[in-house]
């Protein structure tokens, strides 16, 4: 893990819940305990507050810990088994991960495929102005 702290560089694991709210997410293994990222559908803000907050849109969270950002993913794509995000300064301090994150996936292709459609359909939820400029997963 070197510098990263305790972020991983390879994720070996996607999974989905598509619940009362859709939620796609990596991790680093297995263990409900290892390091993951979540990707939440925006499922509407119910009065002007939450707008005014700025949760019209999608939200991550960083577990262990459960740093919450919404909105904040300027670009996102998947080539070659690798996930690249490039954050806006408030979602990676808020996160805890740089503006700009690679992350390699080793992975099933259907894992890589679910991971995929998943973030094209909650990175396309919310506001238009937090869809990222680059989605090519």
């Known amino acids: 893990m070197g510098d990263n702290g305790s972020r991983p560089n390879v994720l070996r694991d996607a999974g989905e819940d598509d619940g009362e709210v859709y939620v796609v997410g990596v991790r680093e293994t297995t263990d409900p305990e290892s390091w993951s990222l979540f990707f939440m559908e925006c499922y509407g803000a119910d009065d002007d ?19 919450t950002h919404y909105g904040g993913v300027r670009e996102c794509e998947i080539r070659d ?4 995000l490039v954050l806006d300064q408030d979602a990676a301090a808020i996160l805890g991960l740089p503006v700009e994150q690679r992350f390699v996936l080793d992975m099933p292709a259907h894992q890589l495929d679910l991971l995929g459609r998943g973030l094209r359909r909650v990175l396309t939820s919310g506001r238009r102005d937090a869809v990222p400029g680059r989605l090519d997963v």
Request: aromatic residues 4%; charged residues 30%.
């Open 81 to 84: 088994r690798e996930l690249r």
């Open 49 to 67: 507050q939450e707008i005014e907050l700025g949760m019209d849109t999608y939200c991550l969270v960083v577990d262990p810990g459960q740093a």
